[in-house]
């Protein structure tokens, strides 16, 4: 069966500090992959995806970047964290095939101060 | 204004009662889903809908594409029903992408 994992599972790091948050999905193949950000008080944003190793999309302008070095491996990183990252990420991982069929990992919740 | 968006934002209900949470979208779309985040933040889904009507024990989904219009109905509500509720849409010709709304916490008071 097919599994997500997020760690860490929470994180509190100061104003510019790096930030490395790392997704590993097991139990299949080619996923397409996906990294989300819930702030505080807001809904659910996605922030970058990715269809195969070093093939990212980015959704929105931001201090954040994402990287995928190997197939089931999804990283989501920042040289600086800014106050506005704080919030809660979660990867998420569907198959080509079925491409709506969307599932969630645990998430990490990030706090910057 | 969101693409997405649920009504209404906060519940609270007594357990048994029969409970409706809407959502209408302005977009487009390929597919609907219903998300279920617990107070930990881990998020499950219940349900994904392209028309018509799905049920899973108590829930129920139903979605009016005409109306772009969804609703998720709990019957006889529980107290271990209390999370937070997300519909979240795929857009039509992008692919696994959701846009999601800003979800409905629903408390169900024994």
């Known amino acids: 069966s097919q599994t997500i994992h997020q760690w860490p599972a929470t994180l509190v790091q100061p104003v510019g500090s790096p930030l490395s948050l790392e997704c590993t999905v097991e139990?299949?193949?080619?996923?397409?992959l996906y990294w989300y950000r819930q702030a505080a008080g807001r809904g659910l944003q996605l922030l970058f995806y990715s269809v195969g190793i070093g093939q990212i999309s980015s959704e929105v302008p931001q201090n954040l970047s994402a990287s995928r070095p190997q197939d089931r491996q999804f990283i989501l990183s920042s040289k600086k964290l800014l106050l506005s990252d704080s919030g809660f990420y979660l990867c998420?991982?569907?198959?080509?095939?079925?491409?709506?069929?969307?599932?969630f990992g645990p998430g990490t919740r990030l706090t910057v101060t | 204004k969101n693409e997405v968006e649920q009504s209404p934002q906060n519940l609270t209900a007594q357990e048994g009662e029969f409970i409706t949470i809407n959502c209408s979208y302005s977009?487009?779309?390929?597919?609907l889903h219903w998300l279920q985040q617990h107070p930990g933040g881990g998020i499950v889904s219940l349900f994904m809908l392209s028309s018509g009507k799905k049920k899973h024990g108590r829930l129920i989904a139903t979605i009016n594409i005409q109306e772009k219009h969804s609703s998720l109905h709990i019957t006889a509500s529980h107290p271990r029903d209390s999370a937070v509720y997300i519909c979240a849409v795929n857009r039509y010709n992008q692919g696994g992408k959701l846009i999601f709304g800003q979800g409905t916490e629903l408390s169900v008071k024994p």
């Open positions: 139990g299949t193949s080619n996923p397409n």
């Open positions: 998420a991982w569907s198959v080509p095939e079925r491409i709506y069929e969307q599932y």
């Open positions: 977009v487009g779309i390929s597919a």
